[in-house]
Nanobody, 130 residues
Framework: EVQLVESGGGLVQAGGSLRLSCAAS????????IGWFRQAPGKEREGVSY????????YYEDSVRGRFFISSDRVKNTVYLEMNNLQPEDTAVYFC???????????????????????WGQGTQVTVSS
């Protein structure tokens, strides 16, 4: 399984932007599906965006579609999440998860991943002030 490390979180004002990174080691991006998730205090974890670099496919949840953009850099073995027009409700710990490409039938199912399977990073805090 790949190991994942997130970075790029921080404090930003409403309307601002951040770019998160999910660096993978021990495996190639093309062999995995990578998903970004977030969890706000007192709330359940929710899916944000998912990608398969092998199939050049991406998926966005309604809450972020049009504001967030996911991309992959195969050379750096890193998946990015560009977040624009951030709002206070985007405040959360963001983390990425990975599962083998052959184990995922569609990107839509990624939102239901549980953390007891696959690879997961430790997360990076994003705080949006109003």
């Amino acid at each position: 399984e790949v190991q994942l490390v997130e970075s790029g979180g921080g404090l930003v004002q409403a309307g601002g932007s951040l770019r998160l990174s999910c660096a993978a080691s021990g495996g190639a991006l093309d062999d995995n599906v990578i998903g970004w998730f977030r969890q706000a205090p007192g709330k359940e974890r929710e899916g944000v965006s998912y990608t398969s670099s092998a199939y050049a496919s991406v998926y966005y949840e309604d809450s972020v579609r049009g504001r967030f953009f996911i991309s992959s850099d195969r050379v750096k073995n890193t998946v990015y999440l560009e977040m624009n027009n951030l709002q206070p409700e985007d405040t959360a710990v963001y983390f990425c998860g990975a599962r083998g490409l052959t184990t995922v039938a569609s990107l839509a199912e990624v939102r239901s991943w549980e953390t007891d399977s696959g690879s997961w990073g430790q997360g990076t805090q994003v705080t949006v002030s109003s």
